[in-house]
């Protein structure tokens, strides 16, 4: 399933910067840092040192953020191959996880080969999958009436939906924090807006009758834990019943009306969008309405949870002072050009992407050509549907021959903005919205 590469490039650069992200600015390119500022001082020595490794001088040096890694180093890994996939860098074969480089991301709607991969089991064997025999059970303390359907009777009994729903890992972005935290090193590419067709959570649960008691709901999938233990779950999380009996929480089929892809899901999966992807559960096999927060695996702590308060960088939180990842913050990705590209100065350069904000919406996208200095407001499309991700478009001109960064930073409806640096550290290093930067190069 997976072609791994025979000699991977190094990362030594990343590795510097998530030991110490100041050292590395002083020993790679002379640079001291301004803690008050968050700014770094270039000598003329260290800025010949940082525009020779980006090969073009740097207009707006003496304005970039210290502790950052340049742009034109975000992405140097070669993609691997995935059933069924295009272009996605694997960070994990056991179990696969897999992100899609930011300009494959471009498409209004994600097609199937650009849908990222976040597993924590064992898929179940593909050949072995039949959905005509395929069951979804419906039980609980808090359900009245247990009852198990076939696909084909949630389709005859249930009004069908679509519609566009945004994914994004709750870890999407871990690869900024320092010190970094454990788990996949996402960078930006663990976020997807694909269609999804199916019925409604609310309709199905009613049928089988939602008692007063019922606070959550919990899922529980055809996986397998990685030990190969039967007895052992890979995941099982869920979501309060408010959040479940939403219009636009589905129990899904068909992904871009078309089958579900094999690693997203198929033939059934759960979708509840604006939460952290791993509420969305995949083989969905059955759905517990519980008289309590679900126990399953990995909603306990730290798993899926951040503190409740601010901490420093490093501390170790007691698990009585996590809270549970609810709706994703506000974030934007900017999809076209692809970082890295040459562009000639006398020309405006169009730049485009997506933006979206957990069960909010997106109330304005900004961009940047000098590290944060200046914003530009650019135009935002409104989302198709609640929890779709929005578009946005705009043209930038640059003063002068160099190296730029492009930061996207985008706010939504009650006025939270995108950071520029990392946020808050947190122990499991989830929830970076960090703006989203690419490398330009004017000539």
Excluded at 125 to 142: H, M, Q, R, S
Excluded at 145 to 169: A, G
Excluded at 254 to 267: H, R, S, W
Excluded at 418 to 426: E, K, L, T
Aim: aromatic letters at 8%.
């Amino acid at each position: 399933m997976v072609l791994k590469k025979d000699n991977p490039p190094s990362r030594g650069i990343h590795e510097l910067y998530a030991q110490d992200a100041s050292k590395a600015d002083k020993l790679l390119w002379g640079r001291e840092t301004n803690p008050l500022a968050r700014r770094g001082f270039l000598t003329k020595g260290s800025l010949l040192a940082m525009s020779a490794a980006v090969g073009a001088a740097i207009p707006f040096a003496y304005l970039m953020p210290s502790g950052l890694i340049p742009a034109a180093f975000a992405e140097d890994e070669e993609p691997f191959t995935l059933e069924g996939k295009d272009g996605l860098i694997v960070l994990n074969d056991r179990p696969v996880n897999a992100e899609t480089p930011a300009h494959l991301l471009d498409d209004e709607i994600t097609p199937a080969k650009h849908m990222f991969v976040r597993n924590n089991g064992i898929p179940p064997v593909k050949e072995k999958i039949d959905p005509n025999t395929w069951k979804l059970e419906i039980a609980g303390e808090a359900c009245e009436n247990p009852t198990s359907f076939t696909i084909s009777e949630l389709k005859e009994k249930f009004k069908t939906h679509t519609y566009q729903l945004q994914i994004e890992c709750g870890g999407n972005g871990r690869s900024e924090f320092v010190p970094s935290a454990s788990g996949n090193q996402w960078t930006t590419g663990a976020v997807a807006c694909p269609t999804f067709t199916g019925v409604r959570v609310r309709d199905v649960l009613e049928s089988c009758g939602i008692k007063d008691n019922a606070v959550y709901i919990g899922y529980y999938g055809a996986d397998t834990h990685l030990s190969g233990d039967p007895n052992k779950q890979p995941i099982s999380r869920g979501v309060p019943i408010k959040k479940a009996v939403q219009d636009e929480s589905l129990i899904a089929w068909a992904m871009n009306d078309e089958d579900i892809p094999y690693l997203n899901g198929y033939p059934l999966r759960l979708v509840c969008s604006g939460w952290p992807g791993s509420v969305s559960g995949k083989w969905l096999t059955k759905i517990v309405v519980r008289d309590q927060v679900h126990d399953g695996k990995k909603m306990e702590s730290p798993s899926y949870r951040v503190p409740k308060h601010p901490v420093a960088p490093g501390t170790e939180v007691p698990k009585e002072d996590m809270q549970i990842i609810e709706s994703m913050p506000v974030k934007s990705l900017v999809t076209f050009p692809k970082s890295g590209i040459n562009h000639e100065l006398a020309k405006p350069l169009a730049v485009r992407g997506h933006a979206w904000a957990g069960d909010f919406q997106v109330a304005k996208v900004e961009v940047s050509n000098d590290f944060g200095a200046t914003w530009k407001m650019v135009k935002l499309q409104a989302p198709v549907n609640k929890f779709a991700w929005q578009h946005w478009r705009t043209e930038l001109t640059f003063p002068e021959i160099g190296y730029y960064e492009v930061w996207a930073k985008a706010t939504d409806r009650k006025g939270r903005a995108q950071p520029m640096v990392v946020p808050d550290w947190n122990p499991k290093g989830y929830l970076n919205n960090a703006c989203h930067r690419i490398a330009v190069q004017v000539v």
